[in-house]
C-alpha cells in the first residue's frame, strides 16, 4: 500500500486523515497551507435569499457574523462543507454534485437570485453564473515556503497526493519542482476535474467533490504495485 499525503490546512487535515485510516489507507500529514481568518463586514442578510459556500474553511473562520445567516438556505459545494454549515447551526443546507460553477447552477435552478458568498480569498471566479453574486472574503490559505520533509519521504516512497482545490495543486507542484522533483513522477487525486490541471504523473478522479469519494479514488492509486 502506498503512502497517502493530505496536504489540505487543519483541521481539515484531521478529518481527512482519520477518514483515510477508516478507509485501511496509509496518510500522512503533509499540510501545505495554514487557513486563517480575514477580517470582513458581513452584509444585511434580507439583501439576500441563500449563503453560497464552496469550503468549509468559510465555516470555520467567518467568525460570529456567520450567525446573521443562519435563517437563509446554504449551497454547500460539497459534504464535507454541508457538514460543516450543519454543525454551525445551519438547518437549511443543500449540497452541489460538483464545483463551484455547478453549485452557481444549481442555484440558478432553484430561483435564487441573491447569493451571499463566504470564500477564501483565492477564490474561483464565476462570469457565467446567471446571477450577481455579492462575495465576501472571510479567510485566507497561506501557502508553506518548502515541500515539507514528510512528503518528500513519502513521495519517495512511491506516494500519493491529495489535492483538494486546483490552488492546492498548483502550490503541490511549485513545491515539488523547487525541491527538484518533477510532477510528472507524482500520482494525484483530485477532488475535481479543476483540480488535476497539470503534468501529473498519474490522475484519479473524484466521482463527487467530497472527502469519500476522493479517499475512493486516491485508494485505486495507493493500491497499485
Not at 483541521?11 to 497551507?33: E, N, S, Y
Not at 463586514?41 to 446573521?68: F, I, K, Q
Amino acid at each position: 500500500m502506498k503512502p497517502l499525503l493530505v496536504l489540505r490546512p487543519e483541521p481539515g487535515a484531521a478529518a481527512t486523515f482519520a477518514r483515510a485510516l477508516a478507509a485501511g489507507l496509509q496518510p500522512v500529514a503533509t499540510p501545505i497551507f495554514t487557513a486563517g481568518p480575514v477580517a470582513w463586514e458581513a452584509p444585511d442578510a434580507g439583501a439576500h435569499d441563500a449563503l453560497m459556500l464552496t469550503s468549509a474553511n468559510a465555516v470555520r473562520h467567518a467568525g460570529p457574523a456567520l450567525g446573521l445567516y443562519r435563517a437563509l438556505p446554504v449551497y454547500a459545494v460539497g459534504q464535507t462543507t454541508a457538514v460543516a454549515a450543519i454543525d454551525a447551526g445551519f438547518a437549511d443546507v443543500r449540497v452541489g454534485t460538483g464545483d463551484a460553477a455547478a453549485l452557481a447552477a444549481l442555484m440558478a435552478r432553484d430561483g435564487i437570485s441573491r447569493p451571499l458568498h463566504l470564500a477564501g480569498r483565492e477564490f474561483r471566479d464565476l462570469p457565467d453564473a446567471e446571477m450577481p453574486i455579492t462575495r465576501r472574503i472571510v479567510y485566507a490559505a497561506e501557502p508553506v515556503a518548502v515541500l515539507p520533509p514528510a512528503a518528500r519521504a513519502a513521495i519517495e516512497h512511491g506516494g500519493v497526493a491529495l489535492i483538494h482545490s486546483p490552488r492546492a495543486g498548483e502550490v503541490f507542484a511549485h513545491l515539488l519542482s523547487d525541491a527538484g522533483i518533477e510532477p510528472a513522477k507524482v500520482a494525484i487525486a483530485a477532488i475535481s476535474q479543476a483540480a488535476a490541471v497539470g503534468g501529473w504523473g498519474e490522475v484519479a478522479i473524484a466521482a463527487t467533490p467530497d472527502d469519500s469519494a476522493l479517499l475512493a479514488a486516491a485508494a485505486r492509486l495507493c493500491e497499485k504495485g
